[in-house]
Every structure is written in structure tokens, then in C-alpha cells.
């Protein structure tokens, strides 16, 4: 058992009218059968006293919104790198700056060679 | 009843539970969300003995008590909204002057003395519910004549000197409170 602090007559007078109160017999049993089961394995928990039904409802909720929130950021941050990617691509073809500053043609397909064979064999000059 | 590391809970439900009870009787509780509130913060220093966290050496046990009934406290606040408890002062005086301090089946009015008492009871819980943090906590822990001023500057994580000046001004404030409902 601690010892009492050090009184402060005014203090104590105080707060004397909370002292008389004492649990009843039947809270200090109902405390001890709390205890006792606690110490055996499990106890029931009073400040969320929810049945184990209602317990896996919350388990299955809570896994579900976690699952789906992680499946919209995946969808989410995989479009913006595919986006990413072909913005990145695109760059790549038509915006090659030569050395003098001024941005190259786009490289020739194959239509342009095909245009271009069909140019010569007209009359060379196109005319 | 078995005990964990030694300790006899029997013991334990002696000493801490009538101290945690006015705790929380203090706090606003009605009488039986009291009770669960001890039983709970009983349960929980029980769950820290099996894991091997509770140390009597590293701190009182009665410190590691309030120290868990505060949570257990906040827990409820949060639950309920502390607002609720003392954010209508008309209310928290009906509520107090029906229901904390008495046990189930008690008659308030067996006797007039008794029932004074009584009265003035609910009207300093009134008065202590009125204070601002940490003066209110400081005076709920103070209800427990056993809780060193240390151990409650311990609880709170403040310094023993902030704690005793609270308790000074809070003296001065609660007897003001006292006069003004007098």
C-alpha cells in the first residue's frame, strides 16, 4: 500500500465530498469475474462491446475498402505513367531540336518514301 | 483468484478500483459507464502483466492505473464528445445532481446531512468540470489521496512545479465556483 501525500487541509476538504463514494459489492465482483477471465485467456472488452459477427462485418469492410482503395491508386498512377510514356514518345519523334534552334522535320515514313520514288519516275522533277 | 507475474488482482480491485471509480465518477461518468470504465482500465493492466509490461519497478502501479484511465476516459469522450459532458454547464449540474456519486438502489434523501453532502458534491463536480485542461485533469487525479503530486506530473508529462501552481490557482478557482452557486 503507497502512502498518503503530503495534506493540504484546504485541499482535502475540498474534494472530501467525492471520497465517500465506494463501489458495491456487486461492481467489485463483476471487476474480479473481468479479471479472472482476462487471466485465464480472454475477457470481454467493455468499451467496444461488439459481437464477434459484427467484429468479422468490420473485418471484411475494412479489407474491402483498403483493396479498393489500393486498386484505384494502381489505376490511377498506372495511367499517369502510361500517359507519361507516350507523351515522352511523342517527343521523342517531332520535337528534335537541331543544333541551329530549329526543330526538325519528323523523320520520312513510308508513304513519303513511296511519294518520292513516284515523284522521279513521273519526269524527275515532278513537272 | 490466479495471478500474472505474482500479482494478486484481488489486491488490485481493493486498492485501485474504489480510486478509479471516483475517477471517473469525477470525469462525468454516469454510475454505470463508471464502472465499465474501471472494469476496463482493470482489464487492460491485467493485458500489460501477460505481455510482460508491467513493471511495478519502472513506476507505481497506481500511476500505470490512471494513466490507462485516462485513455480509457478519452476513449469515451470521443466516443460521446466532451462536449456533451461539460459543454452545457446546466446540464452536467442535472446530470451530476442525479446520477454519479450514488450507487444503484442508494436513496439520495435517507438523510438531510447525507443529502447536503451530497449536493455539494455534484456542485464541485460542477465546478471542476468547469476548469480548463490540465487544472480539470490535475483535480480529477487529486480525488485519489494516494496519487503523489510526482506521480500525477508523471501521468500528465509536465513538470511537479506546473503541476502544484495549477493546484494553487485551481483552489482559488474552485472555492470562487463554490461561492457563486452558494
Known amino acids: 500500500m503507497t502512502k498518503k501525500r503530503e495534506t493540504d487541509p484546504e485541499l482535502e476538504q475540498l474534494l472530501r465530498a467525492y471520497r465517500d463514494v465506494q463501489p458495491t459489492s456487486d461492481e467489485k465482483e463483476k471487476w474480479r469475474a473481468a479479471i479472472a477471465q482476462e487471466v485465464r485467456g480472454s475477457a470481454p472488452i467493455v468499451a467496444s462491446a461488439a459481437s464477434p459477427r459484427s467484429n468479422l462485418y468490420r473485418l471484411v469492410v475494412r479489407t474491402a475498402i ?62 | 483468484m490466479r495471478t500474472v507475474d505474482g500479482i494478486d488482482w484481488n489486491e488490485v480491485v481493493e486498492d485501485l478500483g474504489p480510486a478509479l471509480l471516483r475517477y471517473f465518477l469525477a470525469a462525468g461518468f454516469a454510475r454505470a459507464s463508471a464502472s465499465d470504465g474501471v472494469q476496463e482500465t482493470l482489464l487492460r493492466l491485467v493485458r500489460l502483466a501477460k505481455e510482460g509490461e508491467y513493471d511495478p519497478n519502472r513506476g507505481s502501479p497506481r500511476m500505470l492505473a490512471f494513466g490507462i484511465a485516462r485513455l480509457v476516459k478519452h476513449e469515451f469522450y470521443r466516443k460521446v464528445g466532451e462536449h456533451d459532458l461539460y459543454g452545457d454547464a446546466k446540464e452536467f449540474a442535472d446530470r451530476a445532481d442525479s446520477v454519479s456519486a450514488f450507487a444503484p438502489g442508494e436513496s439520495a434523501a435517507s438523510s438531510d446531512a447525507l443529502f447536503a453532502e451530497r449536493q455539494s458534491a455534484a456542485r464541485l463536480r460542477e465546478v471542476i468540470g468547469m476548469l480548463e485542461y490540465p487544472v480539470r485533469e490535475i483535480f480529477f487525479l487529486l480525488i485519489d489521496e494516494e496519487l503523489k503530486l510526482e506521480e500525477i506530473a508523471g501521468i500528465l508529462s509536465i513538470p511537479v512545479g506546473t503541476v502544484k501552481s495549477h493546484v494553487h490557482r485551481g483552489k482559488e478557482k474552485i472555492k470562487l465556483g463554490l461561492k457563486e452557486k452558494v
Request: glycine share 12%; aromatic share 6%; proline share 5%.
Open chain 1, 66 to 127: 483498403q483493396v479498393g482503395v489500393a486498386a484505384s491508386l494502381g489505376f490511377v498512377i498506372g495511367a499517369y505513367f502510361t500517359e507519361r510514356r507516350s507523351e515522352q514518345g511523342q517527343a521523342m519523334l517531332f520535337s528534335q531540336t537541331e543544333p541551329n534552334g530549329m526543330t526538325s522535320r519528323p523523320p520520312a515514313t513510308m508513304d513519303d518514301e513511296r511519294e518520292t520514288v513516284r515523284v522521279n519516275l513521273d519526269g524527275g522533277d515532278g513537272r
